[in-house]
């Protein structure tokens, strides 16, 4: 039986979804074209039919990601955002989670399409964010918001990669997360002059 446009969209959609969260939860080299295809319910031959490699696919999957991550910002507070990014929650549950913090170290080697996605995501969720906390009324605000805004986003992505490094039930893993989920966006330590 021959499949309609529409459902060829809607299983190759399903594809992507399933490569985004299997990518997440295993990185790029953890996962093969085989054991995607299977977990999405489709053989393994129909995935030339749809992709024309497995670094096209990795590339839509983060961008799949980075769509998810915009989302759960669109509908959170920047408040509530950091304590869902910095909880223990999103840190045991990588296929659901942050794209950065999974997959940054492997983008960095990997095609210039699939960095090039990875800057688009992040230059989106910077904007997300940026957005959410109100617009700046001069280009010096704006720029030090931006500032303030990356090195938010440096700060929690480097707070979940470093915890979850850390084995499951190690207290340092979870004294990360707290220690980075009590400082406030731009802000600086008591009694030291360099950034967070």
């Known amino acids: 039986m021959r499949v309609t446009k529409a459902q060829a969209s809607a299983n190759r959609a399903h594809v992507v979804e399933t490569a985004s969260a299997l990518f997440r939860e295993r990185g790029y080299d953890g996962v093969g074209v085989a054991d995607l295809m299977a977990a999405a319910g489709f053989t393994h031959g129909g995935f030339y039919k749809q992709f024309q490699s497995k670094a096209d696919l990795m590339a839509e999957a983060a961008a799949?990601?980075?769509?998810?991550?915009?989302?759960?910002?669109?509908?959170?507070?920047?408040?509530?955002?950091?304590?869902?990014?910095?909880?223990?929650?999103?840190?045991?549950h990588r296929g659901a989670g942050c794209t950065m913090a999974a997959l940054g170290a492997d983008a960095a080697r990997q095609s210039d399409a699939v960095r090039a996605t990875f800057a688009e995501g992040i230059?989106?969720?910077?904007?997300?964010?940026?957005?959410?906390?109100?617009?700046a009324a001069s280009r010096d605000v704006a720029q030090s918001s931006r500032a303030q805004t990356l090195e938010m986003m440096a700060r929690l992505v480097g707070a979940l990669v470093l915890s979850r490094a850390c084995p499951d039930d190690s207290p340092l893993a979870d004294e990360i997360l707290e220690a980075c989920r009590g400082q406030e966006p731009g802000m600086r330590q008591k009694g030291n002059s360099e950034a967070v």
């Open 64 to 92: 799949c990601g980075f769509e998810q991550a915009a989302q759960r910002a669109a509908v959170q507070s920047p408040a509530d955002f950091i304590a869902h990014y910095l909880s223990r929650e999103h840190r045991d």
């Open 123 to 135: 230059e989106g969720l910077l904007t997300d964010l940026r957005n959410a906390d109100g617009d």
